[in-house]
C-alpha cells in the first residue's frame, strides 16, 4: 500500500521561502509522475507542479518562476522550494501518486 507523507509547511512571511517534502513508501516510485496540489480554504484543490520519473516539470502559471519541484529518486522524495511566497500561496499542500494521496501540510503566507 502506498504512503505519502508530507512535511515542511509553516508559517512564512511575504517573501520568504519554503522547502516541502513528500516521502513515498509502498510503491515503486522511479517510474511514476508525482505532483504536488493545494487547496487554499474556501477554494478547490488545484494542481500546482508535477515531475515525470524522467525530471520533466510541469507548473501552474501562478506558481512558474517561483516554485520548483524536484525528486530524489533514491531517498523516494520529492520536493517543492517555494520562494517570493504571496499571501495567496497560503493553502495546505498535498503530494499524489497515481490515486494516492498524502494527508497534507499547511503552508500559510501572513506578515
Known sequence: QVQLVES??????PGGSLRLSCAVSGSIFTIYTMYWYRQAPGKERELVASITGGGSTVYADSV????TISRDNAKKTIYLQMNSLK?????????????????????????
Open 64 to 67: 512558474k518562476d517561483r516554485f
Open 8 to 13: 515542511g509547511g509553516g508559517l512564512v512571511q
Open 87 to 111: 499571501f495567496e500561496d497560503t493553502a495546505v499542500y498535498y503530494c499524489k501518486l497515481r490515486n494516492s494521496w498524502g494527508k497534507g501540510t499547511l503552508v500559510t503566507v501572513s506578515s
